[in-house]
């Protein structure tokens, strides 16, 4: 169990570490993001410096920096060309980067133009033309570029360096091996040698790298590389103009085709385009003829909406350079002319019944409408301009939200892709279905994929088209990144308007394919149509392993197994050979081959190659060693350890008040309060019933078949429950420390001194809690609380997907547990350094509120440790509900989740009990009674009863024991009454010229009379006056009580004088009496009689009175003292003189 919990909490560690790393890597916008990307840009900043002074920029260079962070190696080389006609290019790959460096040069971009930013999400298509920049040069950057983008990367740069340019590259080994350590990067990635040999395989000349150390920062490093003065491009012109003669043929025909739409001969259209297609050999007629509906060559089915689809068809097909383009191959018979009247419908931002979005219209269609991919994609295309949406549709986070709000209203979720003319969706006829609530900004997962002419009747159709008649535009940038063409391909433009063209450029091997902007946003061809396999990039890398090298400190440490001298047959050495260990290659012993397979984990994951060997990363929802299985219906009707520590927190509470009613004796609740701690503690059994009970039955989505859209709903319930029950344990810490403090007496609307102050009214507190949380969760969620609910759990899932939003929702946890915290300490500080604090409280019980509503206020001081107590049990908790509720297959997390549920019940029942006095009276007198005399409770503060009192009460037969409860007074309830009138008493003789019988007769009728006020009974009345008896006989026959009824006990400040080695020093402190404070008999040992014990308590308050008068006189001399010797010593000379 213990490697269990050893093994849990190292996860835990390594999903923080891996976010870490993650924004290391690339930082967002968030928390994380903001402190790693500071820590970064602070620790580079002198090493920025030096690689700035390496290069030798000047003033009328063009300088590109990759990965420029927070600009401050951009500010460096600016400083250098402001004055020239230089300028400094960078770009970013992370989006918040690029925003802060956009916000910190937003006066040098407008005014003087020296800097221009841009973002490149894939650095092997760089915006930039070729033979342009003096110096390239990045810092900490290299390490995150993937190993087979490595080389491409580089001869991107390559390319866009000037002949003779000089590539710079800066790194710190010192500082790396310290993230390595802490898991931040790994120390392949840093490793020099593997970039080194990526620039050689670019074609960099003179790579080399430098050892430099500076004064602040200590050991650096510096790779320097050049661009050779006689690198040119070679092309082939015949090539080239050979496929720009194809390429205006195409268009001209295209062209006179689209101007004249309207009156095409479709029959004859189609009769030409089977004919081209017949002879193209990737297209066969069977396939024109299921697109087309073209039966025979002399008769076409016409279909007015297959003609978009005619025309990206007619794009892929090739033109030999004989064709001449005439009339006849122009299928129309007249032309028409365009009207330049504005259409009124364009004034309009989008048609009614569309949701606006950003910059394009979206309307929903009901399955019902188009059962099939076919009938969707027809019913989109029936309106002008509109098309079906496909994944690259969603680039804006607001239209996404806007389109999941329409979706949940309409009880949609899946939705057809437009399969955009694909490879996929003309000769397999199979198109993708998505979940819109799934889809982000960032990642479009395919939910299942389905034939085109297969129905359906819950899968939907979200139709798209550009806002007030503008025309559609092809977002290049958005396809080649949603559907991964950017691995394969390098595009030149990022965007294109209709009818204009870009180039997609094979990385491996470098052949180069036209695409063209539809009239409907769309691209044809569509990329997939392009052969470029990734094979051919085993190509670039040369294998040099046992190759030697100059010295065995160049191999790679954790690749080598060992290292052995090479000699030729003459005994001259040649070299070292690396010696590698399996699975590293190459000469070095740096590089490791991929053992992934395409089919390895299927469709639900992905392979990662470690070492030689391999792993697969299961998407969302499945699980397994080949992510084979779904999660949802694998615990479909299952009961789960996170349901059954729901059922523990929900009936907890339940279970407890059972057994509180048969310790009462059919006592079915306590008396009714409704101060401020019962309100708290109220009110968070209430929200952990409600949240134990969504958490037993709505955890997994699966045993009710909850859908995603319910699911989320009670992913923010469960959470509030638990985030309320947090508040509330801290709210009632505060209100300890409140009464402490003597602010109020633990009663709504009344603080100490009867006003009714805002911060003891019980609205503004309920309502801040209430907000405090509610808005925390709303802020927190904004951007990504759909990502934490899944299919298999309703309490979310915690991976490195989603850390970026559980981290503030942790941080907002750790917030109420540091203030809980701080509020604790604060409150036993008051309790053991402020005892006049205390004082001032006892003597507000003993002199107004008496000993009964005392408890009130007595009950709070037991609860300032308490409530951090519980706070930290239901943080831990609510922690191991979210961990057990998502690995549910992990036996060790369940059980800790259901015994920390447990625990957590149990000490809810102990800290009520605690604080409640009716509840503590019970178990304190059940003690007395059941538990051995030397074992029990020797006096019970609820009740006043000690224990003798209690076994002597149960030792009588039941009869007689009822009998004589009700007429029964506890002893120290008359002490207490005789302290009462004793106080009383006192203030007579002091206050009032009054004889001693005098002032008995006034505080017996004083007592009568609020009994009288108070509708006392009979019995009441009798029980007072036998008190009183006893009162009497309390009272000496001498007359020495007058005197010491006049000493008049207050709390004083008095100042004395001490000698001190540098002469008088002067102490403050108070005087306090405590004989004005109720001190109960209880029974000892010594077993003394009640007589015994009267005369002893009496002797101990009169020692205590005279100990009060001495010090106070003896204060009152040394004060005086004090004074005349401070005026002597200011005035004393004048005097004499």
């Known amino acids: 169990?213990?490697?269990?919990?050893?093994?849990?909490?190292?996860?835990?560690?390594?999903?923080?570490?891996?976010?870490?790393?993650?924004?290391?890597?690339?930082?967002?916008?968030?928390?994380?993001?903001?402190?790693?990307?500071?820590?970064?840009?602070?620790?580079?900043?002198?090493?920025?410096?030096?690689?700035?002074?390496?290069?030798?920029?000047?003033?009328?260079?063009?300088?590109?920096?990759?990965?420029?962070?927070?600009?401050?190696?951009?500010?460096?080389?600016?400083?250098?060309?402001?004055?020239?006609?230089?300028?400094?290019?960078?770009?970013?790959?992370?989006?918040?980067?690029?925003?802060?460096?956009?916000?910190?040069?937003?006066?040098?971009?407008?005014?003087?133009?020296?800097?221009?930013?841009?973002?490149?999400?894939?650095?092997?298509?760089?915006?930039?033309?070729?033979?342009?920049?003096?110096?390239?040069?990045?810092?900490?950057?290299?390490?995150?570029?993937?190993?087979?983008?490595?080389?491409?990367?580089?001869?991107?740069?390559?390319?866009?360096?000037?002949?003779?340019?000089?590539?710079?590259?800066?790194?710190?080994?010192?500082?790396?091996?310290?993230?390595?350590?802490?898991?931040?990067?790994?120390?392949?990635?840093?490793?020099?040698?593997?970039?080194?040999?990526?620039?050689?395989?670019?074609?960099?000349?003179?790579?080399?790298?430098?050892?430099?150390?500076?004064?602040?920062?200590?050991?650096?490093?510096?790779?320097?590389?050049?661009?050779?003065?006689?690198?040119?491009?070679?092309?082939?012109?015949?090539?080239?103009?050979?496929?720009?003669?194809?390429?205006?043929?195409?268009?001209?025909?295209?062209?006179?085709?689209?101007?004249?739409?309207?009156?095409?001969?479709?029959?004859?259209?189609?009769?030409?385009?089977?004919?081209?297609?017949?002879?193209?050999?990737?297209?066969?007629?069977l396939s024109v003829k299921y697109h087309f509906g073209v039966t025979t060559p002399k008769r076409a089915a016409v279909n007015p909406l297959r003609f978009s689809e005619a025309y990206q068809m007619l794009r892929i097909l090739p033109l030999p350079l004989s064709t001449v383009i005439s009339s006849s191959d122009v299928p129309y018979t007249s032309t028409t002319s365009s009207s330049s009247t504005t259409d009124p419908s364009c004034s309009v931002q989008c048609p009614d019944g569309y949701l606006i979005g950003t910059s394009s219209c979206y309307i929903l269609y009901a399955s019902s409408k188009a059962p099939t991919y076919q009938s969707s994609l027809a019913l989109c295309m029936a309106t002008d301009r509109q098309t079906l949406a496909s994944l690259d549709s969603f680039r804006d986070r607001n239209d996404i939200q806007s389109l999941q709000s329409g979706a949940a209203q309409q009880s949609s979720n899946w939705f057809f892709a437009n399969g955009i003319g694909s490879r996929r969706e003309r000769f397999d006829k199979t198109v993708d279905v998505y979940s819109i609530f799934d889809q982000t900004i960032v990642a479009a997962p395919v939910a299942t994929t389905v034939t085109v002419s297969e129905t359906f009747s819950n899968v939907s159709t979200l139709c798209v088209m550009p806002q007030y008649c503008a025309k559609p535009v092809c977002n290049v940038d958005s396809l080649m990144l949603t559907f991964d063409y950017s691995l394969y391909f390098k595009y030149s433009a990022k965007s294109l308007q209709p009818k204009e063209t870009a180039t997609l450029t094979c990385i491996y091997t470098q052949k180069q394919y036209t695409i063209t902007c539809g009239a409907l946003g769309n691209v044809y061809p569509e990329p997939s149509f392009f052969d470029c396999q990734r094979e051919n990039a085993a190509l670039i890398m040369k294998d040099t392993t046992n190759e030697t090298v100059s010295s065995c400190a160049k191999c790679y440490k954790r690749g080598t197994g060992s290292c052995e001298q090479v000699t030729d047959g003459n005994g001259t050495e040649l070299g070292v050979r690396c010696i590698c260990k399996r699975p590293f290659t190459m000469a070095r012993c740096w590089y490791t081959p991929d053992t992934c397979t395409d089919n390895y984990c299927g469709a639900n994951g992905t392979c990662y190659s470690e070492m030689g060997g391999r792993r697969c990363e299961c998407d969302s929802g499945y699980s397994g060693s080949y992510c084979e299985t779904e999660m949802r219906t694998q615990y479909s009707g299952r009961w789960e350890y996170s349901m059954c520590t729901g059922l523990i927190i929900a009936l907890g509470g339940f279970l407890v008040r059972m057994i509180k009613a048969a310790v009462y004796l059919h006592r079915l609740d306590m008396s009714p309060n409704d101060d401020p701690q019962c309100t708290h503690q109220a009110t968070r059994s209430y929200c952990m019933f409600v949240g134990g009970i969504l958490v037993a039955f709505f955890s997994n989505p699966a045993f009710l078949d909850i859908n995603q859209a319910a699911c989320r709903f009670h992913f923010i319930f469960i959470h509030f429950c638990f985030l309320m029950g947090m508040m509330h344990w801290l709210l009632e810490g505060w209100n300890v420390n409140q009464v402490l403090r003597c602010v109020h007496l633990n009663e709504w609307e009344r603080d100490w001194d009867g006003n009714k102050a805002w911060g003891v009214r019980i609205a503004p507190r309920m309502l801040f809690s209430f907000l405090a949380v509610a808005t925390g969760l709303l802020i927190t969620f904004q951007a990504g609380w759909n990502q934490l609910a899944a299919t298999w759990t309703c309490v979310g899932v915690i991976n490195q997907s989603t850390a970026s939003v559980w981290i503030p929702i942790f941080v907002m946890v750790a917030i109420i547990c540091i203030y809980a915290g701080a509020i604790c300490e604060s409150s036993i500080l008051i309790k053991f350094r402020r005892p006049l604090l205390a004082y001032r409280m006892d003597m507000r019980i003993e002199r107004e509120i008496g000993h009964v509503e005392g408890r009130r206020i007595e009950k709070v001081r037991r609860n300032e440790v308490l409530c951090l107590i519980g706070l930290f049990l239901l943080v831990f908790v609510w922690f191991m509900v979210i961990l057990s509720s998502d690995n549910k297959d992990d036996g060790i997390v369940g059980w800790m989740t259901i015994i920390s549920a447990f625990i957590y019940s149990l000490y809810s029942f102990y800290q009520e009990s605690e604080t409640c006095p009716e509840d503590r009276a019970i178990w304190i007198s059940l003690l007395q009674r059941v538990l051995p005399l030397r074992f029990a409770p020797s006096y019970n503060p609820e009740t006043m009863w000690t224990v003798d009192e209690v076994k002597q009460m149960y030792s009588m037969p039941e009869t007689e024991r009822k009998h004589a409860y009700q007429h029964y007074i506890p002893r120290n309830n008359v002490l207490h009454l005789h302290h009462r009138w004793d106080l009383r008493f006192n203030e007579l003789l002091t206050e009032n010229e009054l004889t001693i019988n005098d002032a008995l007769v006034r505080v017996f009728c004083e007592e009568m009379n609020r009994l009288k006020e108070r509708n006392g009974t009979v019995s009441q009345k009798y029980y007072i006056m036998d008190a009183y008896k006893d009162f009497l006989r309390s009272i000496p026959d001498y007359d020495p009580r007058t005197e010491e009824g006049r000493v008049k006990t207050r709390l004083e400040l008095v100042t004395l004088a001490a000698e001190a080695p540098i002469g008088v020093k002067l102490a403050k402190f108070f005087i306090v009496p405590g004989f004005d404070v109720f001190r109960p008999e209880i029974p000892d040992e010594g077993g003394m009689n009640r007589n015994a014990n009267q005369h002893m308590r009496l002797l101990q308050e009169r020692i205590q009175m005279k100990h009060y008068k001495i010090m106070r006189e003896e204060a009152h001399a040394q004060a005086v003292f004090i004074n005349s010797n401070i005026l002597f010593h200011y005035f004393g000379n004048e005097v004499v003189r």
């Open 1 to 285: 169990m213990a490697n269990r919990l050893a093994k849990l909490f190292t996860n835990s560690f390594k999903l923080a570490t891996s976010d870490l790393a993650n924004q290391y890597a690339l930082p967002v916008k968030s928390m994380t993001g903001h402190a790693v990307s500071k820590y970064g840009a602070a620790k580079t900043r002198r090493l920025n410096e030096k690689v700035v002074e390496k290069m030798d920029v000047g003033k009328n260079d063009l300088i590109f920096e990759i990965g420029f962070g927070r600009g401050d190696a951009l500010q460096m080389c600016f400083e250098r060309v402001k004055e020239g006609r230089g300028i400094v290019f960078g770009v970013e790959r992370s989006g918040y980067m690029d925003e802060r460096a956009r916000k910190r040069f937003i006066l040098e971009i407008a005014e003087t133009d020296k800097i221009r930013i841009d973002s490149a999400t894939d650095l092997r298509n760089l915006p930039y033309p070729t033979d342009l920049f003096n110096h390239v040069f990045h810092v900490d950057v290299f390490y995150f570029f993937r190993q087979d983008h490595l080389i491409d990367i580089n001869r991107e740069l390559l390319r866009v360096l000037k002949p003779g340019g000089s590539l710079t590259v800066g790194m710190q080994f010192s500082r790396l091996k310290q993230l390595t350590e802490h898991g931040i990067v790994e120390e392949s990635q840093w490793n020099p040698m593997r970039y080194l040999t990526a620039l050689e395989a670019a074609q960099f000349s003179d790579v080399q790298i430098n050892y430099h150390k500076d004064s602040q920062m200590g050991e650096y490093q510096i790779i320097s590389a050049r661009k050779s003065a006689n690198a040119l491009e070679e092309e082939d012109p015949e090539e080239l103009l050979r496929q720009l003669a194809m390429d205006i043929k195409r268009e001209r025909l295209a062209v006179a085709m689209m101007n004249n739409k309207k009156d095409i001969n479709l029959q004859r259209f189609y009769r030409s385009l089977y004919f081209r297609a017949v002879t193209h050999k990737h297209i066969s007629s």
